[in-house]
């Protein structure tokens, strides 16, 4: 069976797959986002979102969990007036993001970074069917989408009560689409996947190239359209 490994502890990416009826286990990285940036100095929020991505799984590929599994890697920037805006943290650091995004257009870059852990070489022993048991491709490779979210004019009240809820906080420019921030957000061009933090055909795309189709890692039970209109 294959395994895939998601290095990530963002709910809204495990939502995403589970929903798209992905199987996926999960090991957090620990890796410092200031210190990697720090020691490659990119400021491009189009590389820094791969770049990122790329630690992460490269941190969980290297712990003994890993072995044996595909792991994927994910990390958000958001590009606004040529700068990156990852999470921010403080009430104060989100109001003044979105008071300025209020009525504009950002470009939202998820980064992609996929890790092939499984064994290249095959056993001297076949297996009952008579192939071989190495699988793994070896590949480390990776792969950005990015998406322009357009933003609706935001009341300092509106923005008020969506800090107060605690959301932005923890996301990169400050908002989610899949959450109360969905409100704010007039339309979205490109892959409405990528603006939550994961894009299924960037990872379909990812997963070819590692000689896995997408359908080996489908549980054979999907959600149910009925379910999510319920919940």
């Not at 630690?55 to 958001?78: I, N, R």
Request: proline fraction near 3%; aromatic fraction near 4%.
């Amino acid at each position: 069976m294959t395994r895939l490994i998601l290095a990530s502890q963002s709910p809204a990416r495990t939502k995403l797959l589970s929903h798209a009826g992905i199987r996926h286990e999960i090991l957090v990285s620990d890796v410092d986002e200031d210190a990697v940036q720090a020691r490659y100095g990119v400021t491009d929020p189009h590389d820094t979102a791969l770049l990122l991505a790329r630690a992460k799984a490269e941190a969980v590929a290297s712990l003994p969990e890993a072995e044996g599994a595909l792991v994927l890697g994910c990390d958000s920037v958001f590009e606004f007036d040529g700068e990156a805006h990852g999470k921010p943290y403080t009430a104060d650091v989100a109001k003044e993001r979105m008071l300025r995004m209020s009525g504009a257009m950002g470009v939202l870059h998820t980064g992609h970074w996929l890790v092939d852990c499984r064994d290249t070489e095959p056993d001297d022993d076949a297996d009952a069917d008579g192939s071989a048991s190495g699988t793994g491709t070896g590949a480390t490779l990776g792969s950005v989408t990015s998406a322009e979210v357009h933003f609706m004019d935001m009341s300092v009240d509106e923005i008020d009560a969506y800090i107060a809820t605690g959301e932005p906080l923890q996301c990169a420019g400050s908002f989610t689409i899949d959450g109360y921030g969905g409100a704010f957000i007039r339309k979205v061009d490109g892959d409405p996947h990528t603006v939550v933090g994961l894009s299924i055909s960037t990872l379909r795309a990812l997963l070819g190239q590692a000689q896995v189709g997408i359908t080996e890692l489908w549980t054979g039970g999907a959600i149910d359209p009925a379910e999510v209109r319920a919940e």
